[in-house]
């Protein structure tokens, strides 16, 4: 061995056992929002991790704004005690690393199991969680439709394999339980599913009772209400990784993320501590950039690969439908379904309104005969909610207009037959089953 061998390998024996040199910065201002650190404004990027206190074990925490006075730095677990010249290290960017026997766990917002089954393992690679979406012009095209088991759904508003769909309903109008009826589809490799923002109580009963057995064949992501906004916003990035993960396998995965609303306001939590100014109900202006880029990350992925379609729902405050984030989320979705508090109080689960609902990938999953029912069904529904009023005061007269004749007697049996509660079987063949129900009315 030469005498240069020798040194090569001393230099790398002392290399393997010498500590990393760490940059650090010290805390100058504690608030209930954020605290703010001197000293690593000029080593650091916004989004990546600090720790505050131990370069391992500290508390840890992320930064949201970067300037000449120090960088802005909100703390991932609010409860976490903070004091002045707090050393504060460089933690880089948070990354997951999905494993194939993930399914049937439930994780927190970093990927760590909260069920108590025992550690999880990971895979060869870890990811980082705010990822690019594929490139437009990669991207395979959306031409597939997938069977969901939900009459209304496939009849009305038919899903195609990568499509993005949104749901949107005010509070107790039967989301989550249309959520739990849609994982329940049978055309899909994996399912992800994101809770964000739930109470506490509901998530073991969203698990047992409105999951059931696809609890044991999905992956769960979890930020309750009670966690801080930056668990809140991180969450549904996590299971869009994980759901990216399976999609580069080559699967066809079904990503549900409950709901965006609340990551909105996370987000909006956030920005706001950041000191972004709020331009619209309370709104800051990157909110509206953060949502198109998660949303974006889900569909097709690039030739070769599979498929993330992904199902978001939409908490419309006070039932208000044109609020500036269900805008937002309904220019960038490949369509929505929308759920009506009326609908629900007269006992008609799932409470889809058909009028409004709309499917933009329709024409993929539709055989011409079948469009052709629908554009007529839906032209009956519409004739028939429109003179709803007008029938309630006594002003229809049967026989003075075949159309609406048409419409009352076949609409009802229509309801009817799109009626499902999440306790029935899937559907296997919906327009079989809604045809047969029509044409028992008609001739009756």
Request: glycine share 10%; proline share 6%.
């Amino acid at each position: 061995m030469t005498s240069l061998q020798r040194l090569r390998e001393a230099v790398e024996r002392h290399q393997r056992r010498a500590e990393p040199i760490r940059v650090f910065g010290l805390v100058t201002e504690v608030t209930p929002s954020y605290c703010r650190v001197s000293g690593l404004s000029e080593f650091v990027e916004l989004g990546e991790c600090v720790r505050i206190g131990a370069p391992k074990d500290g508390a840890l925490g992320q930064v949201v704004r970067v300037g000449k006075e120090g960088a802005i730095v909100k703390s991932f677990d609010n409860r976490v005690r903070i004091g002045l010249n707090s050393p504060a290290y460089r933690a880089g960017p948070i990354a997951v690393a999905p494993n194939l026997d993930w399914s049937g766990r439930v994780l927190d917002a970093f990927a760590r199991p909260i069920d108590e089954h025992g550690p999880l393992s990971e895979g060869d690679s870890a990811f980082d969680v705010d990822a690019a979406a594929p490139k437009a012009m990669r991207r395979a095209r959306v031409n597939v439709g997938v069977r969901t088991g939900v009459k209304a759904v496939d009849c009305f508003t038919p899903i195609c394999a990568g499509q993005r769909i949104g749901i949107f309903a005010g509070s107790g109008v039967g989301k989550s339980t249309l959520l739990a009826m849609l994982a329940r589809a049978p055309g899909f490799d994996n399912v992800v599913i994101c809770l964000v923002g739930e109470r506490g109580r509901e998530v073991r009963e969203f698990l047992d009772e409105v999951l059931g057995g696809q609890a044991s064949e999905a992956i769960v992501v979890v930020a309750t209400g009670d966690e801080s906004p930056m668990m809140r916003r991180l969450a549904p990035l996590t299971a869009t990784t994980i759901a990216e993960y399976f999609r580069d396998m080559g699967r066809n995965v079904l990503l549900i993320v409950d709901s965006v609303t609340r990551f909105a306001h996370a987000s909006r939590e956030v920005a706001l501590a950041a000191g972004e100014p709020p331009v619209a109900h309370g709104y800051t202006p990157s909110i509206f950039a953060d949502i198109p880029r998660l949303l974006e990350r889900a569909g097709p992925g690039e030739e070769g690969s599979g498929s993330i379609t992904g199902v978001y729902s939409v908490l419309v405050d006070g039932d208000n439908h044109n609020d500036p984030i269900a805008d937002c989320v309904r220019g960038t979705l490949d369509g929505h379904i929308v759920l009506d508090r009326a609908i629900a109080e007269q006992g008609r689960y799932p409470a889809i309104d058909l009028k409004a609902s709309i499917s933009r990938l329709a024409h993929h999953a539709w055989k011409p005969e079948q469009r052709h029912l629908v554009q007529k069904l839906r032209a009956l529904v519409s004739r028939y909610e429109d003179t709803r009023d007008l029938r309630m005061l006594g002003g229809y007269q049967r026989g003075a207009d075949a159309e609406l004749d048409q419409a009352v007697q076949l609409v009802p049996k229509l309801y009817d037959a799109l009626t499902q509660s999440p306790q029935s079987p899937p559907s296997v063949d919906p327009f079989r089953e809604v045809a047969d129900r029509l044409q028992g009315a008609a001739h009756g």
